[in-house]
């Protein structure tokens, strides 16, 4: 993490809150002193302070941290706007339908934006009994793989974990149109219209 709380970020969420310094100070046991020193930047929360400050600002640590706090407007919750996020550590694929914080492995993810399908990812559909069969012409070796395969629709998320020295295939049951993403661990993101 690159960043520390400022304290304009603490002033902005004390005040929103409707909290006097002196009320901030009372509920984290520190004086209203402090807390003026660090909106006026003269000093920096203990490490130990996050946490309860966090609470009692009602944000997450790593919106504290940042200074970006995450609104939660519900905006009719189509699947097409979900955000696909993957921990550059463990590999962890970790999804949510909009704009949220997400960490993992101490690490901040951002959302991935996807790609056209390029040449080397060519993907084949076929039709088995009710389901679409899908197949990535890829390698799938422990240093260059497909880790996961998923068909978003507005009202539904489908994704299949696959692993190294695997098979880049799965199988979906395709209802209406939506997008089929596949993730390669080196290339990144990509999705087609299916």
Not at 24 to 47: N, Q, Y
Request: proline share 3%.
């Amino acid at each position: 993490m690159n960043s520390y709380i400022t304290g304009s970020t603490i002033k902005r969420l004390r005040e929103a809150k409707g909290l006097t310094q002196a009320e901030l100070a009372e509920k984290i046991c520190v004086s209203s002193k402090t807390v003026s020193k660090w909106e006026t930047g003269k000093g920096l929360p203990d490490i130990s302070l996050i946490e309860p400050l966090s609470k009692v600002l009602r944000v997450s640590v790593m919106e504290l941290m940042s200074g970006d706090t995450v609104i939660n407007k519900n905006v009719s919750a189509n699947m097409l706007r979900s955000k696909i996020y993957v921990c550059p550590v463990c590999g962890n694929v970790i999804t949510s339908m909009g704009e949220t914080v997400v960490s993992c492995c101490g690490v901040l993810l951002p959302s991935i934006d996807a790609e056209d399908i390029d040449d080397k990812h060519k993907i084949t559909i076929e039709q088995v009994e009710d389901e679409s069969f899908i197949t990535v012409h890829h390698s799938m070796t422990k240093s260059h793989y497909i880790s996961f395969i998923a068909y978003v629709t507005p009202d539904k998320f489908q994704l299949t974990k696959l692993y190294p020295e695997g098979n880049a295939e799965c199988r979906f049951k395709f209802r209406g149109k939506g997008y089929l993403y596949i993730y390669c661990n080196r290339d990144g993101l990509m999705r087609i219209k299916v």
